[in-house]
């Protein structure tokens, strides 16, 4: 009796090990987002100023830079119902063995070679992000998904500390091909950690009903659940992108030579609260409306106290808030869709919600350059302000009008 309790304790106590945010599922994933998004950070200093060297014009780098995104944007809804369908051990896989090709073929040095590539990677990129938010949230309990999530954001975002620092620190030290060819290990890397890494596989289901429901269409914007926290995102993503864009073209306009600071703050604030306030983030299906409003009435003061900075110490302010709100929207609206998709149809409802994420980025960064372009920078902030202060009213008539999301 007692040898079948402690082996019952034991094995309940490897469980947790293994379902905790810290655990070997948990890292293995966190370990193939840094090695993946160091790869897409450094390319994205690498490749413009390799592309410069071989004669591109900016139009040139421009359209080769654009097109990962794009093409990830367009693409994240059709890979989630890929994945639906298909499952995600296969698909995953031969990702990650794209992936490892296409960084490989980087060592050649053409730019219509270095357009083609960049598309490439945004097919890659929709399907690795789809994939690794499902492993994650499959690996842990619904208590620890928050945390989960959080963290993954975290791991995606540390290469951004140190990626473009590397290129700028060898560029003019080494030839730039061996750059480009000591990212093949890091896609093979990739490819090992995720080649033995469990992964949620497609569920099938022997009752006619559950078999029958699996043949049906999501509803996609249809569902409110979904398009609620997605049209939140969208909003607060043109606003932050926006700040990234321009703040030190903005900053340098005004006399203010700042902005390594700014982002250096910023960064510090994300990093510390993506692994010390992960505990923080709700979990459940009830929309977590106060920790939203406070987030994004800190993005509107972020970028409102830029739009007036006249010191330091308001731009340091201005750099805090925003980290904050950086650090804690996405995963707390992402955990939120998480528990409210229907589960068979989860790849496509997070495919659609982070193709909202990368739609407000890249068209607000294009819609409000536009505004700046054709009247000031300080028009295009106060326009950011707007769009703050236009996501707050949505809030507050949800929760006045009492709907329930």
């Known amino acids: 009796m007692s040898v079948s309790t402690d082996s019952e304790k034991s094995e309940t106590s490897a469980a947790l090990a293994r379902n905790h ?44 830079m654009g097109a990962y995104m794009f093409t990830s944007m367009f693409l994240r809804p059709v890979a989630g119902k890929i994945v639906d369908t298909l499952g995600t051990k296969r698909i995953f896989i031969a990702t990650l063995i794209m992936n490892a090709v296409v960084l490989s073929l980087y060592s050649i040095q053409e730019l219509w070679l270095f357009a083609g590539l960049r598309i490439l990677q945004g097919v890659i990129l929709s399907f690795f992000s789809m994939i690794s938010h499902l492993m994650i949230i499959e690996a842990l309990p619904e208590d620890a998904r928050g945390q989960g999530l959080s963290l993954f954001s975290l791991s995606s975002m540390l290469p951004y500390t140190y990626g473009p620092f590397l290129v700028l620190y060898f560029i003019d030290k080494i030839p730039t091909i061996f750059l480009f060819v000591a990212l093949i290990p890091l896609g093979l890397i990739t490819l090992l950690i995720g080649a033995n890494a469990r992964m949620p596989e497609l569920r099938k289901n022997d009752h006619p009903q559950a078999a029958k429901a699996t043949n049906e269409k999501y509803s996609g914007w249809s569902d409110r659940k979904l398009l609620f926290p997605s049209f939140i995102m969208l909003l607060a993503s043109a606003v932050i992108g926006t700040i990234s864009a321009f703040l030190p073209i903005y900053l340098e306009i005004r006399g203010l030579p700042y902005a390594s600071l700014y982002f250096l703050t910023e960064t510090a604030v994300l990093v510390f609260l993506r692994f010390f306030g992960r505990k923080f983030i709700p979990t459940g299906k009830r929309f977590p409306y106060k920790l939203v409003v406070l987030l994004i009435c800190m993005m509107t003061a972020a970028v409102g106290l830029l739009r007036i900075a006249d010191s330091l110490t308001v731009v340091l302010f201005a750099a805090v808030c925003n980290g904050i709100a950086l650090s804690m929207l996405y995963p707390t609206l992402l955990t939120y869709v998480s528990f409210t998709v229907p589960e068979r149809f989860k790849g496509q409802g997070i495919g659609l919600f982070i193709a909202a994420a990368d739609f407000g980025t890249s068209v607000g960064i294009w819609a409000l350059s536009l505004l700046a372009n054709a009247f000031t920078y300080e028009m295009m902030f106060s326009s950011c302000v707007g769009i703050g202060g236009a996501a707050l009213l949505l809030l507050i008539c949800y929760r006045r009008w009492g709907g329930r999301i």
């Open 21 to 64: 945010p810290f655990g070997l599922k948990a890292i293995q994933i966190y370990s193939m987002a840094v090695l993946f998004y160091t790869t897409s950070h450094i390319l994205l200093i690498l490749l413009p100023l390799s592309s410069q060297k071989l004669g591109a014009s900016p139009a040139q780098i421009g359209f080769i």
